[in-house]
């Protein structure tokens, strides 16, 4: 019983949790972006792909007016049952 209990609470825990992530963005003398960088994996792969996806489109939400020659973080939360939160 115990074993069975083991099992479920870990399937729980590898398929729904929230993994969070942090990109970071550098941008150039004009205010542009350059670079977008996983500064913390979430651990997949695929859930990396996901954020860094999510982080650039989201990006100028975040910082409509993006200072020259600046690194921004942005910490990003995947959960497999609600997507990606930055």
């Known amino acids: ?6 099992l ?3 399937s729980m825990l590898i398929s729904g949790c929230a993994r969070e992530a942090l990109v970071s963005f550098s941008t150039d003398g004009s205010g542009k972006v350059i670079a977008a ?14 954020v860094m996806l999510a982080s650039k489109k989201n990006f ?5 007016n993006p200072k020259p020659n ?3 973080w ?3 939360v995947y959960d ?5 939160k930055c």
């Open 70 to 72: 600046r690194t921004y």
């Open 1 to 6: 019983m115990r074993r069975f209990l083991f």
């Open 80 to 84: 497999s049952e609600k997507r990606c």
């Open 74 to 76: 942005q910490p990003a």
């Open 8 to 10: 479920i609470c870990l």
């Open 60 to 64: 100028a939400r975040v910082v409509p």
């Open 37 to 50: 960088r996983l500064v913390k994996s979430t651990g997949v792969q695929e859930y990396d792909r996901r």
